[in-house]
């Protein structure tokens, strides 16, 4: 047991002694420095053309007088109202 423990104080000594590599700080030159600049992360492009989908076709109404149109540029969705005819609605299919 003596000898454990005197195996113990040896090491401990020798570790407490051992000589360490000393910290290096980065000193406070090696820091580089960007001007910040607030700016939109998206851009955008204009291009010619026109967007649709499928086939254009003609829409006859079946008789009756035509009582209401959209304005210029109105965008119909999908079972909304064409146009109404004798004041009846008639929808895009």
Not at 29 to 47: C, Y
């Amino acid at each position: 047991m003596r000898r454990m423990i005197l195996l113990l104080a040896v090491v401990t000594a020798a570790g407490c002694t051992a000589e360490r590599a000393p910290r290096q700080v980065p000193s406070a030159g090696a820091v580089a420095t960007v001007a910040v600049e607030r700016t939109d992360l998206s851009t955008a492009r204009t291009m010619p053309g026109t967007l649709g989908y499928g086939v254009p076709r003609t829409i006859r109404a079946a008789g009756g007088t035509v009582t209401w149109l959209p304005r210029t540029g109105v965008i119909v969705k999908r079972g909304g109202t064409l146009y109404r005819n004798d004041d009846k609605p008639v929808t895009g299919r």
